[in-house]
């Protein structure tokens, strides 16, 4: 069973709305992290947020927010004020505690800014 | 700083051939991990080495493959009899400890591996 679901192959959104990119994720282990990482056309993977499944609030850093719903086991992520650079392949990934060395990554979202 | 190095950047082989790639992680981190990256596709772990020992190899796809880390810093992946299925983007990701959690993983630009 995939660990991590990225049901968006593709999204578009105008310059300066706000998107939502979807994850789900499966595990049993309560000791786990979510990671949100961008990769632009050039390659290099960027680390965004993380998010801890202890963690009582959800995990902002600038324009990026996770929206950590526990009991659905999704972990979305919501970019506020889309910029043109904001184009890019999004990766949700997942560390669980039991085997917490790994990155488990879902197969990504690419994301389109309209200007 | 500088962050984590990988070379070559591009690298093409005739099938049956030996390649190594190399990984040079960040000052400091002991932890380091090896991903690859089919085209279109989401990264898949290879292999993780906190200091210079491999407690998880289990992404390795076959016996082809494996991996050593000397010094606690360089590491080198080699895939022995090149296929063309090993034809993918090979990342290296290295993080300050393996055990904690929180701690993110940061990568390399990749070697770009095409084999003909």
């Known amino acids: 069973a995939q660990k991590i679901t990225q049901t968006q192959p593709g999204m578009f959104v105008q310059e300066k709305e706000a998107v939502t990119l979807d994850c789900t994720y499966d595990?049993?282990?309560?000791?786990?992290?979510l990671f949100w990482y961008k990769q632009p056309s050039s390659g290099e993977m960027i680390f965004l947020i993380y998010q801890g499944s202890y963690d009582q609030q959800n995990a902002t850093e600038g324009r990026y927010s996770l929206n950590f719903q526990k009991a659905r086991k999704s972990a979305n992520l919501v970019i506020s004020a889309s910029q043109l650079g904001d184009s890019a392949m999004y990766f949700c990934a997942m560390r669980e505690g039991s085997d917490g060395n790994k990155l488990v990554f879902g197969a990504g979202t690419i994301l389109r800014v309209k200007s | 700083g500088a962050g984590v190095s990988q070379s070559p950047s591009n690298k093409v082989t005739e099938k049956g051939k030996d390649v190594e790639l190399r990984c040079d992680p960040i000052s400091g981190h002991t932890a380091l991990y090896w991903y690859r990256q089919s085209l279109g596709q989401g990264l898949e772990f290879l292999i993780y080495f906190q200091g210079n020992s491999a407690p998880d190899k289990s992404g390795l796809p076959s016996d082809r493959f494996s991996a050593e880390r000397t010094g606690g810093s360089v590491s080198t992946l080699t895939i022995q009899r090149t296929q063309q299925e090993d034809s993918a983007v090979y990342l290296c990701?290295?993080?300050?400890?393996?055990?904690?959690?929180?701690?993110?993983?940061?990568f390399g630009p990749g070697t770009r591996l095409t084999v003909t």
């Open positions: 990701a290295s993080s300050l400890e393996g055990g904690i959690m929180s701690y993110e993983q940061y």
């Open positions: 595990t049993s282990d309560p000791s786990y992290g």
